[in-house]
Each structure stands twice: as C-alpha cells, then as structure tokens.
C-alpha cells in the first residue's frame, strides 16, 4: 500500500515531465534556449534559476524535462541550475508553502512574521544553492556529468553547429514524434523512480519514524536529521510543506533545510538521477548539497529574521 501510494502520487507528475520533454524535441527548435537566454554564462545561470515559472513542474517531473532541454542545447550549468531550482521556484509549490505555514496575509501563525517568512527562507536559500551549485558547472564539459548515451547526442549536435539534418515535419509528424519520445523517456526515467519509490515505501513502513523527534533536541543534530528524513522520505515538492509544519518538536531552520534538501536529492531522484548523470556525479551532488544547505540553512534563517518584521 505504501508503495502503491508513492508511486501512484510520483507517476502521473513523471508523465507529465515525459509529456513536456516530449513536445521540447518535436517543437523546440534547436538552439532557441541559447538565443534567448543571455549571452553572458554567468548571467545566464543566474536567470535559468527562475526558469521554473516558465516549466513549473515539480521534482518528479524535471528530469526528463532536463535531459531533453540539455540536448536541445541549453548550457550544462543552466541545466543543472534550473534541475534543482524547479522543483521549488514554482507557483504550484509557493502556494502550498503559503499555506502549509499559514502565511497568507501575513496571518503566519508559526514563525510569528508579519512577512511569509518560510516561503521567503525557502525560495531564497533554494534559489542560492541552485545557482552556486550551477556556478560550478560553468567549466564543465557535458561529458563530464552526463551518461555517455545522453552526452554523445549533445557532442554531435555541437559538431553539425546545432542544426537537425532531420527532415523537416509537418505537425502530425511532429506530434509522433513528440509521443514516441515521451514513451521512451517515461519507460527510461519511470524505470529508476519505481526503484527509488520501492526504498522509501520499506522506509517508511519498518523503521520507527518516532525515534528521528528524539534527535530534535539538538541543533546540529536536528537540521541533518530531519535533511536525512527529507532524502528518506521522498517527498513531493508540491507536499512536503504539510509535512514539516507540523513537526513541533524541529526549529524552524532545520524545517528550512528539509524544506530545500528533499527537493533537490532524494532516494527516488536519485535513481531518476542515475539515468542522465554519471554515477561520481550523482555521489558529489548529493554531498554537496546536503553539506551547503546544512550549513547555510541555519544562518539562512538568523539573517532572514533579523531582516523580516515580526507581528
């Protein structure tokens, strides 16, 4: 039943990611992102933070939309940017934040703030790590992240100067094409989230969640706790403020680290991960963003309230 619940709740935000990736590959033209994104590489990475307002779709859904926007032509470090970005800055996600803390019209009954001061915290300190994770990217060949089968495509594009030899098709021909490539993705990407869903489905029903509220006491124990729990879990981005709210017993900045840690890595994604990245890849992500957000989460927050007003 577990299993069935995750991955029932997980699927239909996988077909719709496959759906978008699939309609990027027959309609978006070859380079287009590039063009219209600024020329500048570091300006660029800084705007495709926010590209999830464009393609708001949450965790389960990007990486298919990713893995095709990349062999479109869009820079590894805006992909990877954008990848971790997404699954927070996102209307669909702002909204439920706002209302898991009850921060619509100031009325925030947790934190004590005249302003949304988690959806704040979270959009901000999510933004952050995203583009400094990206930021480290801007040197890096594609075939240095990317599976051999994911990056050969991207390498022969650049070769040919970006343009398709393909010939060019009408609409129902692209509309095909568009369904046959989101049947190929959903299968790949369907295949490595039904892995992931299976590990936290055994989590969530044979190890006694309760113990994890014992570490709360402490600090530097809570935020990485409740970081673990966040991986463990799975959670969709779209959810997972209701289930933080209401953990009474965590501070607010370890509610923050979960909050942005969950989104970006977890056990599903990770195996989600694995069907477009290099394993060493995967492993150095999933580090580094549970080291930066678990000490920037913590001073995230102290300045955060320092700057924002209280009731």
């Known amino acids: ?41 570091v300006m660029a990475t800084l705007v495709s933070g926010f590209l999830g307002i464009v393609f708001p779709v949450c965790e389960c859904a990007v990486v298919p939309v ?33 209302t898991a803390f009850g921060e619509f019209g100031g009325a925030n009954s947790i934190a004590g703030f005249s302003w949304p001061a988690m959806t704040i915290a979270r959009l901000s300190l999510g933004y952050t790590i995203a583009v400094i994770v990206g930021l480290a990217m801007l040197r890096r060949k594609p075939s240095d992240i990317l599976r051999a089968s994911v990056a050969d495509g991207i390498e022969q594009r650049a070769e040919d ?3 398709d030899h393909e010939a060019p098709l009408g609409f129902d021909g692209k509309i095909t094409r568009a369904m046959r490539t989101s ?18 489905a055994w989590f969530g029903t044979q190890v006694d969640q ?12 809570a935020t990485p706790t409740l970081m673990g729990l966040a991986y463990a879990l799975a959670l969709c981005s ?16 370890a509610k923050l680290a979960f909050l942005v840690f969950g989104p970006m890595f977890d056990v599903k994604l990770t195996f989600m991960y694995l069907s477009v990245f290099r394993r060493k890849f995967v492993l150095v992500l999933g580090v580094s963003l549970f080291v930066l957000i678990g000490l920037l989460s913590g001073p995230w927050w ?9 009731k």
């Open 1 to 41: 039943m577990a299993f069935l619940s995750i991955w029932l709740e997980g699927a239909p935000f996988i077909l719709v990611g496959t759906m978008i990736s699939g309609f990027i590959d027959a309609f978006l033209p070859a380079r287009m992102l590039e063009r219209v994104l600024p020329k500048n590489k």
């Open 66 to 98: 990713v893995r095709r926007l990349v062999q479109k032509g869009l820079p590894i470090s805006c992909a990877i940017t954008y990848l971790l970005a997404a699954p927070i800055i996102n209307p669909v996600v702002i909204i439920s934040t706002l």
């Open 161 to 163: 100067g970006g343009h």
């Open 183 to 200: 049947m190929r993705d959903f299968l790949d990407t369907g295949m490595y989230f039904t892995i992931g869903v299976i590990i936290t």
């Open 210 to 221: 309760t113990k994890f509220a014992q570490l709360a006491g402490n600090e530097w124990v």
């Open 238 to 253: 779209t959810s997972d403020a209701f289930i933080a709210a209401p953990m009474a017993a965590f501070s607010l900045k």
């Open 302 to 310: 102290n300045m955060l309230a320092a700057l924002l007003p209280l």
